[in-house]
């Protein structure tokens, strides 16, 4: 059976329900507070990396599936390549619905990893990627910082050069800030200003290992059920040997990673949507009021239509950006002429994004509203996805980004 935008084969419907299943029997378990949130309280270790989780999601092969290839016969980097958008998408969303730990865990695995993966060293890349698919090492996409945050190309971070030119290394001074895994990653995707040009020129990325002298960190206070620090460099030393891609161009590494992700944070939110409309649909089949169940009252009824409209709408706009992606990859590999316009896979992205974070943002509050104050008791499955749904909407380019790529798309 051909696999479109809007269907999904047999094998791709059979593992997402293999994903759904070991998730819950395997890596909920895992999740921080989970024996507190059974009884309505809140878990003492949100906010940390959850090594135990991660290290599980490695023996279950579900990080390996962010690097097709990885330990095969092929030697250190098994023959690496990036994994397809839509297989992506699949592996989130499932995800997603069942344990959001678990899934933003593997996210953020990837936006670490991948700026390795795709430019980065054999040395890198055999010293790094197999120990993050094995959950033994923990990766960090280092971007955004207190003056650059929806506008990257204003970063400030400098890597001054030891001997004027860089050849012997350089130096990194600055500070980033709302940096998922920080400060307990072991090693961090860090984007600096090496040049003196402004915007997104000058702009190199280094891979910095947690160890580095000059480098501490600290946590910060979110909402956010996995950590987000800000990281201090005081004179970071960084080499020729830990760049990755070109000196000046890291901003094009940073897009190359965002690209791939951006249609997947769609996908994270479907698997949200979808995971609030299954507890609506239970509770107002089960409720009774007004002398019948919740469902029948036309008012809930209609809301309840109109949140699995939303659910299947987003889900099919994440398909199609997923798919759009893979098919100019193939075409040219990445590299070739890119496709425009609204057919093209940035608009696409844009979009899926877009209308799947505010459309989860929609049903979750929908589904709170349906199910009255039980929802928000601390522990409960809708007061987690209610303060876990906001983000979406502003990291990986906030929504009225989003607008402002699908206008400028219309266009081109």
Wanted: glycine share 12%; net charge negative; proline share 5%.
């Amino acid at each position: 059976m051909t696999t479109t935008a809007f269907a999904l084969d047999k094998g791709q419907r059979e593992y997402c329900a293999w994903v759904r299943s070991v998730a819950a029997e395997r890596l909920l378990p895992l999740a921080h507070g989970a024996a507190e949130a059974a009884e309505g309280e809140a878990g003492g270790d949100a906010g940390r990396v959850n090594r135990p989780l991660l290290e599980e999601m490695g023996r279950l092969g579900l990080l390996a599936r962010l690097f097709p290839g990885i330990g095969s016969a092929a030697g250190a980097d098994g023959g690496l390549r990036q994994a397809a958008a839509l297989d992506l998408c699949l592996l989130r969303e499932s995800l997603a619905q069942v344990c959001t730990e678990a899934e933003t865990a593997l996210a953020l695995q990837g936006l670490g990893a991948y700026p390795v993966l795709q430019s980065g060293t054999e040395a890198q890349i055999a010293r790094w990627l197999p120990e993050v698919a094995a959950g033994r090492a923990v990766a960090a996409f280092a971007l955004s910082e207190p003056g650059a945050g929806s506008d990257a190309g204003e970063l400030a971070l400098a890597a001054e050069p030891q001997d004027g030119q860089g050849a012997g290394g350089w130096l990194l001074h600055g500070e980033k800030c709302w940096i998922s895994n920080a400060p307990e990653a072991d090693f961090y995707t860090v984007f600096a200003r090496t040049g003196p040009e402004s915007g997104a020129r000058g702009v190199t990325a280094f891979l910095v290992p947690a160890d580095r002298p000059g480098l501490t960190g600290e946590r910060l206070d979110m909402i956010s059920p996995h950590p987000i620090g800000r990281l201090l460099f005081d004179g970071v030393p960084v080499g020729p040997e830990d760049v990755l891609g070109e000196v000046g161009r890291g901003f094009r590494v940073a897009m190359r990673t965002l690209d791939l992700f951006r249609p997947s944070v769609g996908a994270f939110a479907v698997g949200m949507a979808q995971a609030a409309l299954d507890a609506a649909v239970a509770h107002a089949g089960s409720r009774q009021a007004f002398g019948g169940p919740l469902r029948d009252l036309q008012a809930v009824g209609h809301r309840l239509a109109e949140m699995a409209t939303r659910t299947e709408a987003a889900r099919l706009l994440v398909l199609s950006a997923a798919s759009a992606y893979d098919a100019q990859q193939a075409e040219g590999g990445g590299d070739g002429a890119r496709v425009t316009g609204l057919d093209g896979p940035t608009a696409r992205a844009a979009m899926a994004k877009l209308f799947a974070t505010e459309a989860a943002q929609y049903v979750v509050d929908s589904a709170v509203q349906i199910h009255g104050a039980r929802a928000l008791q601390r522990g409960h499955l809708l007061e987690q996805l209610y303060r876990e749904v906001r983000a979406p909407r502003i990291y990986e380019g906030a929504s009225e980004v989003q607008l402002s790529i699908i206008a400028r798309e219309l266009y081109a």
